[in-house]
């Protein structure tokens, strides 16, 4: 099933095309969180980052990096996010792997309200060796 990014990638619906390789685009988003707020997305369908083949991973992170910098020189930034969501409860909402830049700058009001936890005595290790018996 075609998303809205693989109708853009088509030329069915217009879109701001910021840079373009032979398998990854870099759009303006539509609706950003501070304008310039850019997209990376592989020209081919994957739901989620998981499903990326890590033969493309290289391309994807060299194309975000080449659009963070002229974000970065465009706009004089002192910082920026590059992030992806992936699954419907992290906030994804177009099945259709991408990564975001988007500017920011001092006083935006965009903030990470985090519970952060602490591990009990011994748990930092139960949990990574957990993690490291499943890393393929």
């Known amino acids: 099933m075609s ?9 069915e619906i217009p879109a701001e095309i910021l840079y373009e390789t032979d398998n990854v685009i870099s759009i303006i988003d539509i609706m950003p969180i501070h304008y ?24 994807l992170i060299t194309v975000t990096q080449k659009v963070a910098k002229s974000l970065v020189k465009t706009f004089n930034l002192e910082g920026f996010n590059f992030f992806a969501n992936n699954g419907e409860v992290a906030g994804q909402s177009v099945f259709h792997f991408h990564i975001h830049i988007t500017p920011r700058y001092s006083n935006d009001n965009i903030s990470f309200n985090l519970s952060l936890k602490k591990y009990a005595d011994g748990q930092m290790k139960d949990v990574a060796d957990k993690i490291r018996a499943n890393i393929v």
């Open 3 to 11: 998303t809205i990014f693989t109708k853009v990638i088509n030329r």
């Open 36 to 59: 310039g707020h850019a997209l990376v997305i592989p020209k081919k369908e994957y739901k989620n980052f998981l499903e990326v083949p890590e033969s493309e991973l290289g391309e």
